[in-house]
């Protein structure tokens, strides 16, 4: 062998690991393909089940709010981003870190709050309860628009100023130069926002439950033990409008160009006699969607419930019983957050390193499953488990159930910042190591893995993040007594125990936004 020339790979072992990505694919694509076949089989009658008048209006109901939350959030989110990094908005940098903190709170738990923040016997009676699909627009849109304006802030914050420059040297006013040059350039992160928060909307079950507005994810949950057939079809019909929105966003990403990058200065426009309406916006947005659901969860603990038999009445009480919630959803998101990476690295690695049909399929496989509706997921893992033969239908309401459907639905969240590290490592050091007569395998190991940790860690704090907040996939799939934060909320404020509901609340949200802030949030807002 000639000096300098890489030693040849054993036969075979280049097929390793797009086979192992090809399995873990196929393990993804499982939750649809048992919908698929479980509706074949139970001879569901499609379109009698879509045209009944107890699932069409539903239906018709979740497009509705999917759709006007995306496009609603899609105009704060813009608006705010283009506040925030295009023009002398008063305390920019507060705004800048400070509108990105509602996505800390689960739409339940700001569904919960607003009702009761509001109309009589709430913190503001003389401002009227808002319900129905009302309601439930304005609770996702406050909680939803950081999906739009974190990447579209970001992307403002990397595009060339010698093109606005140059605009306004061809005389283009302030306005002009925005909407011909900077809108532009933000488009594609505006679409992969909306898009985001579109799908969110579609599989939203909280919020749109305690806002009574009917939706398909009430129908799918409520038939899921009396009508088998109908819980199948509607989630099928489900997992298909997401995946074709996701096959819609994968197709806008392939055509996407890059954004130029000239340089860190940004044009600042002045906002003038605008500047008044553009704070009062940023204000009253925040106050509604970060501000109100805290003050309301801090006036439940500090006046407490005259409701006796309850975890918590008020200050002063003991908060031992958060304390197994507490440890449930930790014990929980961390296996999740553990599983997820260890079997999402495989699909990542080979999507880097070995690109095949097998190895992007199975990439396509994790991303898609993240666009279904947790709800989808875990009535498929549950029908699954209920009929399977011999010992695997012990699986049922198990904890090896419930993080199975926490890493399916949130895998992608872990393979995300895999490929980026893994991308992100020089091929000279495999190279080297190679050279050096160094396998495969001690290659991965000694090398590779060290830099790809920072990225495994951030992928593993989003699925953590995400698993605390989960609702429906929990109610599902857990354990009979296995209870959540989210679970406790959900129960506590069925039952009208709002004090028990403020203080189980501001706990998660607190553990949520400890984990969003160095994980998702401070890595957006990077300049």
């Known amino acids: 062998m000639r000096a300098g020339s890489k030693p040849p790979e054993a036969p075979g072992r280049g097929r390793r690991p797009a086979v192992l990505a090809g399995t873990v694919g196929l393990l993804f694509l499982f939750p649809v393909g048992y919908l698929l076949i479980r509706t074949v089989t139970l001879g569901s009658d499609f379109r009698s089940i879509l045209v009944s008048s107890t699932t069409l209006r539903p239906l018709l109901n979740s497009l509705l709010i999917a759709g006007s939350t995306a ?27 400070a509108l990105a903190l509602p996505l800390v709170i689960p739409s339940f738990v700001g569904a919960t709050a607003v009702l009761a923040a509001f109309g009589p016997g709430g913190l503001v009676e003389f401002v009227p309860r808002v319900q129905g699909f009302w309601g439930a627009l304005a609770v996702l849109t406050l909680l939803t628009y950081p999906y739009v304006y974190l990447p579209v802030l970001a992307r403002l914050s990397t595009t060339a100023a010698s093109l606005e420059d140059a605009a306004r040297l061809l005389g283009d006013t302030s306005w002009q130069a925005v909407r011909n040059v900077v809108m532009p350039q933000a488009r594609d992160a505006i679409v992969a926002g909306t898009l985001l928060v579109f799908l969110y909307g579609l599989s939203d079950f909280g919020a749109v439950s305690l806002m009574r507005f009917d939706t398909i994810t009430r129908v799918i949950f409520s038939s899921q033990l009396s009508d088998r057939a109908t819980s199948l079809t509607l989630g099928l019909v489900l997992a298909l409008i997401a995946l074709l929105v996701a096959a819609v966003d994968r197709s806008a990403a392939a055509r996407r160009r890059p954004v130029a990058v000239l340089g860190t200065r940004q044009v600042r426009y002045r906002l003038g006699r605008a500047k008044g309406p553009a704070l009062g916006l940023a204000g009253v947005v925040l106050g509604l969607a970060l501000a109100t659901p805290l003050l309301v969860f801090a006036f439940w603990v500090v006046r407490g419930s005259s409701t006796v038999g309850v975890g918590y009445s008020g200050l002063g009480d ?24 260890v ?16 190895t992007e399929s199975a990439g396509a496989a994790v991303t898609s499953v993240f666009a279904l509706p947790g709800l989808v997921v875990a009535i498929s893992l549950a029908f699954w488990a209920i009929r399977a033969p011999g010992l695997l ?53 000694t090398v590779e893995l060290p830099l790809m940790t920072p990225g495994l860690l951030a992928g593993a704090g989003l699925v953590l ?23 406790s909320i959900w129960s506590a404020a069925e039952d009208g125990f709002f004090a028990e509901v403020g203080v189980t609340a501001l706990v998660l949200v607190t553990l949520s936004a400890l984990l969003t802030w160095p994980l998702l949030i401070r890595r957006g807002l990077r300049e």
């Open 71 to 97: 496009a609603l959030s899609a105009v704060i989110g813009t608006t705010l981003a283009l506040l925030v990094a295009r023009t002398n908005l008063p305390g920019r940098s507060v705004w800048r870190w």
């Open 318 to 341: 003991s908060l031992g019983f958060l304390l197994e919630p507490t440890l449930s959803s930790a014990a929980a998101a961390t296996l999740a957050a553990a599983a997820a990476v």
């Open 343 to 358: 079997v999402t690295i495989p699909v990542a690695y080979a999507s880097v390193r070995r690109r095949s049909w097998i």
């Open 393 to 445: 239908g012990a699986f049922y309401q198990t904890l090896p159930l419930l993080i199975l459907g926490y890493v399916l639905h949130f895998g992608a969240q872990a393979l995300g910042p895999a490929q980026a590290a893994i991308t992100g490592i020089p091929s000279r050091f495999d190279e080297a190591a190679r050279t050096l007569g160094a396998g495969a395998r001690r290659r991965f190991l």
């Open 465 to 487: 993040l995400s698993t605390l907040k989960e609702l429906p996939a929990t109610l599902i799939l857990a354990p009979i007594g296995f209870e959540t934060l989210a679970t």
